[in-house]
């Protein structure tokens, strides 16, 4: 585990993520994906929370979306926001959020990924709630009990930083190791900002 004591989070700079060509024989690489830059400070303030108690933070873009993607992205991310995890408890993405696949339930049809190709699916857009919280989760160095990628590279997470879920297939899970309990805390700003913290409570 990283030392806290020992590094620092400065405000990011927007970059370029690298994929290697022909590994072990390339000398080179080419731009991939665009790697998320954000003012960490900014986040805190608008997630309306103490520096101190945040633990990990993501934010991801929904830029480009359509209406009804938002609408689950938001949906999502109300269901999720205000959870906590008990010490020794563990968070299900699928059981907080419930089954998406209903349209009942008030989920739209959006893009989803299914073998590896785009399609229209209820509830799409929800991996990139599950997606942000993922990735606040590994800047919170917690136990990770389940996750997996998509078929297919997705734009609002650099390559193999995102956690697809399925309703009764595939989940993301994590646990809290700790001897206090952990809260997420997760909001949407103006259509376009999704921003998920993990805080100590």
Not at 14 to 39: C, H, R
Not at 49 to 75: A, F, P, Q, W
Not at 98 to 124: F, H, P, R
Request: aromatic share 8%.
């Amino acid at each position: 585990m990283l030392n806290r004591s020992r590094y620092w989070i400065l405000t990011s700079l927007a970059g370029l993520m690298l994929t290697v060509i022909n590994a072990p024989l390339a000398s080179a690489a080419q731009p991939n994906a665009a790697v998320q830059s954000f003012d960490r400070q900014e986040l805190i303030e608008k997630l309306d929370v103490k520096e101190k108690d945040v633990i990990g933070l993501y934010y991801t873009s929904m830029e480009g979306s359509s209406e009804n993607r938002i609408h689950n992205i938001k949906k999502a991310v109300k269901k999720i926001n205000g959870e906590k995890v008990k010490p020794g408890e563990f968070f299900s993405f699928n059981q907080e959020v419930g089954n998406s696949n209903l349209a009942e339930d008030g989920w739209k049809k959006a893009n989803v990924i299914a073998d590896g190709q785009l399609t229209d699916g209820y509830g799409g857009g929800i991996c990139q709630v599950s997606s942000t919280l993922f990735n606040a989760v590994q800047e919170a160095q917690l136990p990770i009990q389940e996750r997996h990628s998509h078929s297919k590279t997705v734009g609002y997470v650099p390559v193999g930083q995102d956690a697809t879920i399925a309703y009764g297939l595939l989940d993301f899970r994590f646990s809290n190791p700790y001897d206090h309990s952990l809260k997420i805390k997760a909001k949407t700003y103006d259509d376009s900002d999704v921003v998920i913290a993990i805080l100590k409570k």
